[in-house]
């Protein structure tokens, strides 16, 4: 069963930073991309970043280019999103999601990816 764990999120003034982690089931976490995405209040989710399998690939989402970095341990089956300069409007649940096995190509587009977290929270306060 694929497991995808959200940690990190929290209450920030605006201007500061957070880490979000997100913790992978299973043996095969450097076979495929991974992504992060956000869902404020009354809004569509977004995307927000993602990361190839091999790391060597990233998009970012024009909001959060120069602000946001996404990375990924495959020793600890983690992928990562260091958030700086955080502003009101980053507030949001942020979800992680995996593609399936096999697929390493870093996209941005949401039905691309088949597992999906449980989200965690980040209110960025002005």
């Known amino acids: 069963q694929v497991q995808l764990v959200e940690s990190g999120g929290g209450l920030v003034q605006a201007g500061g930073s957070l880490r979000l982690s997100c913790a992978a089931s299973?043996?095969?976490?450097?076979?495929?991309?991974m992504g992060w995405f956000r869902q404020a209040p009354g809004k569509e989710r977004k995307f927000v970043a993602t990361?190839?399998?091999?790391?060597?690939?990233?998009y970012y989402a024009d909001s959060v280019k120069g602000r946001f970095t996404i990375s990924r341990d495959s020793a600890k089956n983690t992928v990562y999103l260091q958030m700086n300069s955080l502003k009101p409007e980053d507030t949001a649940v942020y979800y992680c999601?995996?593609?399936?096995?096999?697929?390493?190509?870093?996209?941005?587009?949401?039905?691309?990816?088949?597992?999906w977290g449980q989200g965690t929270q980040v209110t960025v306060s002005s």
């Open positions: 999601a995996r593609r399936a096995q096999g697929m390493g190509v870093a996209t941005s587009i949401g039905s691309e990816y088949n597992y």
């Open positions: 990361i190839s399998s091999t790391g060597g690939t990233t």
């Open positions: 299973g043996r095969t976490f450097s076979s495929y991309a």
